[in-house]
Each structure stands twice: as structure tokens, then as C-alpha cells.
């Protein structure tokens, strides 16, 4: 997967919606990991990590803890803790869902509302990476929920917005693909064909949270790098 950037931390610096004495958001990659993996690839994480290295002339090692995790086919807004309070403290708003985030996704076609609260119930499978839908209760699948709305439609894709109510495993993938509208490119859960750079039209577009130490109310966001949500939104 191209991801048009190198492994310069300096060149993190355009992509940095937020930073202070203890949070970091940076505007994600499709293509990047949020955090180390299987694979052996540089995360956004080490690479975050050697920013503040870079810029705050640290030798040796630097505090940098994930907040939350955003698929590797996936771009936008990704939280990054500078110290360890700030890092138990974010913990606290994500297990009692104080932070509120939003969603841009290109699907193919129109849904049947213009506007939608989704509860499904999900299962993951870890073998095959995947999570399966059910309308109905079923003994160890989760209940998730999103809220979305229609921003603007073309010919053959629509762009919607989605709050995000709980976090499961590729949530927002399999239930929209659950209404009859996958996400571009998400060969997964059943869009027609991939996307030549292996993303998908999902992008983090905003987090809105109150600060762990200030107790400012923030709402952070985040341009998408895909052109064709404005192409989309613009007619």
C-alpha cells in the first residue's frame, strides 16, 4: 500500500491536528498502523514517538501511549498520549464512552433513509478477521449502534456521516454493509471492487472529548486525504 510519506518524523509535523504538555491527534493514513503489528511495518505510533524524540531533543526513550485504534485501511483522527496520567485518564473516557467520535464514509449507493439509528448485533470472527451481523440477540454476539446521516449523494456513491455509539470490531464496515450500502473499496464486507491504493472510503473525522487534565471541552477534525468526499459533498 503507497502511503506517500516516509519515515522523517519531521514530516508528521503537517498531519498533527493537536498537540499539548499531554495529547497528541494526528490525522491517520489509510494504510497505516495505528500501532505495531504482524507485519513488521512501522507504526504510526514509533513514528509519532520519534516526532516528539525529534522535536524535544529527548535522547533515549519517549512516552507514547494509544488511545484508540483505527483500521489500517482507514485514515483520520487517532489520539496519542504524552504521558502516562494522560494516557489512564483518556482509558476512563473510552470505557465510559465520553468521547465522541465521527465519521465520514463513502457507500455505494443511496441508503433507504436519509437519516438512521442502526442497532445490530455482532460476531467476531478472529480467523477470518471479520464481524458478522445479527438483528436479532444472540448469546455472545455484542449489540452495537451507530447514528448516520446522508451528506450528499452522487450517480452511484453517497457520503454519510456516522456518530459512532460503541466500539466493536469493524463496526461501522459491517453494519452499513448490513443496510445494503458497503463502503467503497471494503472488499470485505461486499463493495464491488477495491480502490487502486488498497483504503477504504472511511476516514475519522472527528473526536470531540473533555481534555484529561484541563477539562477543556475539544472537538478535534480532521481533513480527509481522499479527494473524492468533497468531489461527492461539492456535486
Not at 514509533?46 to 524535544?56: A, F, I, K, P
Not at 459491517?174 to 443496510?179: K, P, R
Not at 470485505?188 to 488498497?198: F, Q
Request: aromatic fraction near 8%; proline fraction near 4%.
Amino acid at each position: 500500500m503507497n502511503l506517500n510519506n516516509t519515515n522523517d518524523p519531521l514530516t508528521l509535523q503537517s498531519r498533527i491536528l493537536y498537540q499539548d504538555n499531554h495529547l497528541i491527534v494526528v490525522n491517520k493514513r489509510a494504510g497505516e498502523i495505528v500501532q505495531g503489528d504482524q507485519t513488521g511495518d512501522k507504526p504510526l505510533l514509533e513514528l509519532v514517538r520519534d516526532y516528539l524524540r525529534v522535536v524535544g531533543n529527548k535522547p533515549g526513550n519517549v512516552f507514547c501511549g494509544l488511545v484508540h485504534r483505527l483500521d489500517r485501511p482507514v485514515s483520520g483522527a487517532v489520539i496519542y498520549a504524552k504521558t502516562s496520567k494522560a494516557l489512564s485518564r483518556m482509558n476512563e473516557l473510552i470505557k465510559k464512552r465520553d468521547i465522541s467520535k465521527r465519521y465520514w464514509a463513502i457507500v455505494e449507493g443511496r441508503p433507504d433513509r436519509p437519516q438512521d439509528h442502526l442497532i445490530h448485533y455482532l460476531y467476531r470472527n478472529e480467523k477470518l478477521n471479520k464481524s458478522f451481523v445479527s438483528t436479532t440477540e444472540k448469546a455472545g454476539w455484542q449489540r452495537a449502534e451507530l447514528k448516520y446521516s446522508v451528506i450528499a449523494s452522487s450517480d452511484r456513491y453517497s457520503v454519510l456521516e456516522v456518530e459512532l455509539l460503541t466500539g466493536r470490531h469493524h463496526q461501522i464496515r459491517a453494519q452499513l454493509s448490513s443496510i445494503g450500502c458497503p463502503i467503497k473499496g471494503d472488499l470485505k464486507y461486499g463493495a464491488r471492487r477495491s480502490n487502486e491504493d488498497g483504503s477504504i472510503g472511511l476516514h475519522a473525522r472527528s473526536v470531540s472529548f473533555e481534555h484529561p487534565v484541563s477539562h477543556e471541552s475539544l472537538n478535534i477534525e480532521a481533513e480527509p486525504f481522499n479527494q473524492l468526499f468533497f468531489k461527492i459533498i461539492n456535486g
